[in-house]
């Protein structure tokens, strides 16, 4: 191979290493724009309330603390960990700390979908597929819990697919 | 797996995925591997399940998926929950065939 040809692969491979950043800043971008539809939905309310409670009180709750028909009841606030970050970045920064914490798991999601689609396909049909994920995902991207578990969902996903094509072990030490 | 499940109740969710995959991985094993990889995905799964109790309520927190699914007809009136319809041409409906077409091509 001449010089040439391994810079011009050497620069492929530089820009094929940027693309799940430079998709996940585009996102965040777009996101943080957006901002306002971030908090279209009226749960967000309920679970910055939660999260509260649960700082407030240093415990979980396991009766229904907070609503008006079933206050009592028996009830887990099995997504706590969400409530507790929204509140506090809800403390922290106002709405915006809110938009800006969803915001930036959605777009660590899809930078990761983007990496491990990269390794499979050329960058082109990788973008094709994001977008279409997108604009699965879009309607969805909301300050709610499930937001900040979906880079989770993704990493879970794309890890285990991967270890089964490659016909390796399970991803942990103790399972070889 | 135990960060998933103190976030987000789709955490159950992953561990049937798990399922499904690991049913690939035994699938795709030559016949004198089956049994090792047999082994490793249900030791993966089970360590899954463990790594999922860890949190303020135990294991109870698995069985909420179960409570929600058994609300049966409430989650007709649950966006997020109702079955798709596929009586009209959506984004959803446009990407699975585009996915589909896709595979098919592929394949």
Excluded at chain 2, 77 to 97: N, S
Aim: net charge neutral; aromatic share 10%.
């Amino acid at each position: 191979m001449s010089d040439q040809t391994l810079q011009r692969s050497s620069r492929i491979a530089d820009s094929q290493a940027a693309m799940p950043w430079l998709v996940a800043a585009g996102l965040y971008a777009l996101l943080m724009l957006l901002g306002p539809r971030l908090l279209g939905d009226p749960d967000t309310y309920s679970h910055i309330a939660m999260g509260r409670w649960i700082l407030e009180h240093r415990s979980v709750p396991t009766n229904d603390p907070l609503s008006l028909t079933m206050r009592g009841e028996h009830w887990i606030a099995f997504e706590w960990l969400s409530q507790v970050a929204y509140a506090t970045v809800q403390l922290l920064g106002g709405w915006l700390g809110v938009v800006a914490l969803a915001a930036a798991a959605a777009s660590a999601s899809f930078g990761l979908l983007t990496r491990f689609l990269l390794r499979h396909w050329q960058p082109v049909p990788t973008l094709i597929a994001v977008l279409a994920a997108f604009v699965l995902v879009s309607p969805h991207i909301l300050a709610r819990p499930h937001i900040l578990a979906l880079p989770l969902i993704v990493l879970w996903v794309g890890t285990l697919i991967r270890v089964v094509d490659e016909q390796r072990s399970p991803p942990c030490t103790c399972c070889r | 797996m135990t960060l998933w499940a103190n976030l987000h109740g789709s955490f159950t969710f992953g561990i049937a995925i798990a399922g499904a995959i690991a049913c690939d991985a035994l699938w795709n094993a030559p016949a004198s591997a089956r049994l090792r990889v047999a082994r490793q995905w249900l030791l993966f799964g089970a360590l899954a399940l463990v790594a999922a109790c860890i949190n303020p309520y135990g294991p109870e927190a698995i069985l909420v998926t179960a409570r929600t699914i058994a609300l049966g007809e409430v989650l007709t009136i649950v966006t997020e929950w109702r079955a798709q319809d596929f009586t009209y041409l959506g984004p959803f409906e446009l990407v699975m065939l585009g996915a589909l077409g896709f595979a098919c091509i592929a394949a």
